[in-house]
């Protein structure tokens, strides 16, 4: 699966399907990215988790008898429900056909416990529509619409407290994003990888993948000084990072710097391995018709980190 979601729904198989189904239509219908698995044919069980770690809301479908299973550590919906504790999500019960979380205490085992503590939304079959609404403002609390340049970056990442507070993710969650946020950035979808970055800076904001992928996005949609912010924090976080050393050369090129350019250059050819003269070429031949100028101050710059003496004349 390469697409990812804001959104999951989930319920058990059988006669939740018709409101789940609802559900996911407005969701759609309101330009949300929405997920319900049988809908996916070939989508199997670690997809569909998957999707479930890296959503931003997840929609629990829930009817009378639904949770009789739960307290089978294998159960399908237990495990979904879990993992959405789990993961950097919101969690959203709807609940239809009179259903109480009384009638099921026995079976809120681990977890899902924490179900009867959240804001739920009920949906009534024969009046489904304003409940439809509710739930369509209760996810643009958590998943607002960009409408500029700047709310890409400005909007909210999500009070997760439903969701028993931020969980940090491990690294390949992040990584995950970050995979996702340069599809989008490819896809030219930037408010879906703004949306990703965003996932990848809640628990990894101390690693410098995911703010050198924001850089990329700066850097593609012309915003060249905040590229290279963002550059330099990835670089302040890891600086053995070389993509960011290269990506940061060329945003100071762009931007007219090439001082500062020539040193990247210089960083970037000490942190590549083999011969330092040839790499320092390889980089100036980034630096147009001026290349030989270029090749003498990336040495300079070279000798300068090695505390050397150029011998380019």
């Known amino acids: 699966m390469n697409e ?26 309101n330009n949300r990215r929405a997920l319900i698995d049988h809908m996916n044919a070939g989508l199997g069980r670690p997809q569909t988790l998957a999707a479930v770690r890296v959503c931003r809301v997840f929609v629990l479908v829930l009817g009378p008898g639904d949770l009789e299973r739960c307290d089978q550590t294998d159960d399908e919906l237990r495990v979904l429900i879990t993992v959405a504790f789990s993961s950097n999500c919101v969690v959203v019960p709807v609940l239809v056909d009179q259903f109480t979380y009384e009638r099921d205490k026995a ?13 739920v939304v009920r949906l009534e079959p024969y009046q489904p529509y304003p409940a439809l609404e509710r739930l369509n403002t209760v996810i643009e609390k958590f998943i607002p619409t960009a409408n500029s340049e700047d709310d890409l970056w ?39 990888a703004a949306a990703m970055i965003r996932r990848a800076l809640e628990s990894g904001r101390d690693m ?60 970037a050819a000490l942190r590549t391995q083999g011969n330092t003269t040839q790499l320092a070429e390889h980089y100036a031949s980034r630096f147009g018709s001026d290349k030989e100028h270029a090749l003498k101050r990336i040495l300079e710059a070279i000798a300068r980190r090695k505390g050397e003496t150029s011998e380019y004349r």
């Open 208 to 267: 410098a993948r995911p703010h050198r992928v924001m850089g990329d996005l700066f850097a593609v949609r012309g915003m060249l000084d905040k590229a290279a912010d963002a550059y330099t924090q990835a670089l302040n976080l890891d600086p053995f990072d070389l993509r960011s050393y290269e990506r940061r050369m060329e945003m100071n090129l762009r931007r007219g710097r090439a001082h500062l350019a020539y040193d990247d250059a210089a960083a």
């Open 4 to 29: 990812t979601y804001d959104i999951v729904v989930a319920y058990r198989r059988g006669p939740r399907w018709a409101a789940a189904t609802l559900i996911h239509q407005s969701l759609v219908h």
């Open 154 to 192: 400005s909007l909210p990442t999500g009070d997760t407290s439903d969701a028993l507070g931020q969980t940090r993710m491990d690294t390949g969650e992040i990584d995950g994003f970050c995979d996702n946020a340069e599809a989008a950035i490819l896809a030219m979808d930037w408010t879906h």
């Open 107 to 119: 079976h809120l085992v681990g977890l899902l416990q924490e179900l009867p503590k959240l804001q």
